[in-house]
Every structure is written in structure tokens, then in C-alpha cells.
Nanobody
Framework: QVQLVESGGGLVQAGGSLRLSCAASISIFSINRMGWYRQAPGKQRELVAAITSGGRTNYVDPVKGRFTISRDNAKNTVYLQMDNVKPEDTAVYYC????????????????WGQGTQVTVSS
């Protein structure tokens, strides 16, 4: 069963930077659209940024100009570079893939990671 594994979370001071990574737990063929979501305490999970297999990106307004999503298709890995972080960026960050194509060419849809905590201190 394929899962996504996030890494790179932690504690950072406001104005600092952090880089999150997300990769599949097993060898796979490809991933379609990948996205980063976050969920702060008491709030709903929200999309932060997403990237298609062709590299097209979109961001939620509060992170535009500060966060950058990228991916390495050869490694089936997606990254989130977080710069000039703010206390309101504190949340658990989740990686999502809308469609994962396995090495047997079967597809698995809507795959999530377990989440990684990002805490920004003021």
C-alpha cells in the first residue's frame, strides 16, 4: 500500500525558512498533481500550494511570494520551501497526491501523508 512520507518540519523563528519534502513510501511509476495542505488547531485543513506533473503551480493568497512548491519527477518527490515564515503559518502540514500510478500501472487515488508539524515562534 503506497503512502506519502513528509519530512523537514520543526520549530523556526518568525522570518526564518524551512523546507518540507514528501516522497512515496514505495517505488512507484508516477504521480499526477501533488499538493501541500495544512491544518492549524481548531481550523479546517486548507490547501497551501499545488503543482501538476507539468510544473504548473498555484498558491493560497497568504503564502504567495513566501512559499515555493517544486517537484522532482525522477524522484517522485515534492518540496515546499517556506521563507519569511510567520506565526500564523504554524500548523501540521500534509502532503497529498491526487493520483499515484504504481509500477504495475494500477492507480491509487487521493493519497495522504501522516503530516509534519511546523511551529513558528514570534
Amino acid at each position: 500500500q503506497v503512502q506519502l512520507v513528509e519530512s523537514g518540519g520543526g520549530l523556526v523563528q518568525a522570518g526564518g525558512s524551512l523546507r518540507l519534502s514528501c516522497a512515496a513510501s514505495i517505488s512507484i511509476f508516477s504521480i499526477n498533481r501533488m499538493g501541500w495542505y495544512r491544518q492549524a488547531p481548531g481550523k479546517q485543513r486548507e490547501l497551501v500550494a499545488a503543482i501538476t506533473s507539468g510544473g504548473r503551480t498555484n498558491y493560497v493568497d497568504p503564502v504567495k511570494g513566501r512559499f515555493t512548491i517544486s517537484r522532482d519527477n525522477a524522484k517522485n518527490t515534492v518540496y515546499l520551501q517556506m521563507d519569511n515564515v510567520k506565526p500564523e503559518d504554524t500548523a501540521v502540514y500534509y502532503c497529498n497526491a491526487d493520483r499515484v500510478v504504481l509500477t504495475n500501472f494500477n492507480s491509487v487515488y487521493d493519497v495522504w501523508g501522516q503530516g509534519t508539524q511546523v511551529t513558528v515562534s514570534s
